[in-house]
C-alpha cells in the first residue's frame, strides 16, 4: 500500500522486516523515522513494555547507519489457566530451535529466551510453565 501510495507510512515488527525490506528495495526507497534520545527516555519510562534498542546498520537495504529507537519483543499471550505442561513445551518448542528458526526468518534471530526476560517488566508474569523452562536453561534463577 506504501508503494502505490494508499498509505504514507508502514509501522512494522523485527529487524529483517520483510515490509521495510520490500520498500527498501524499492526505487523509492525508504526513510526510518526514529525517536530522539529523550523521546525513547520519556517512553521507556512511561511504558515498561518498549525498550530501547538499535537496529544495526544494513539491516535493511540502504541503511548505513544503526537506527536508535525503541521496541518490544515477540510475545505469546495465553490464558492464564492454560496447563503449565502445555505452556512448558510449546516455550522449549520455540526457544529450543532459536538458531534454526534464526536461519528461517531473519525476525527470529531477537526472539530468544534471554531477550524476553529482559524485556518483561517482572518475570512473575511470565506463565509458570515458561518460567519453568527458562530456570531449566538458566535465563532465570
Not at 529483517?16 to 525508504?30: N, Q
Amino acid at each position: 500500500m506504501v508503494l502505490d501510495g494508499r498509505v504514507a507510512a508502514l509501522w512494522g515488527a523485527g529487524i529483517g522486516y520483510p515490509g521495510f525490506t520490500t520498500l527498501a528495495k524499492s526505487p523509492a526507497g525508504v526513510r526510518f523515522i526514529a525517536p530522539t534520545a529523550d523521546e525513547i527516555a520519556r517512553m521507556s519510562a512511561k511504558h515498561a513494555l518498549f525498550k530501547p534498542m538499535t537496529i544495526p546498520a544494513r539491516s535493511y537495504p540502504n541503511q548505513n547507519a544503526p537506527i536508535n529507537s525503541m521496541g518490544s519483543w515477540s510475545f505469546i499471550l495465553a490464558r492464564v489457566d492454560l496447563d503449565d505442561e502445555v505452556t512448558y513445551r510449546l516455550a522449549r518448542t520455540l526457544h529450543g530451535a532459536e538458531g534454526a528458526f534464526c536461519k528461517k526468518l531473519a525476525q527470529a534471530c531477537e526472539t530468544t529466551a534471554a531477550n524476553t526476560v529482559a524485556a518483561v517488566p517482572g518475570v512473575e508474569l511470565l506463565h509458570p510453565g515458561v518460567l519453568k523452562y527458562f530456570r531449566e536453561i538458566g535465563v532465570v534463577k
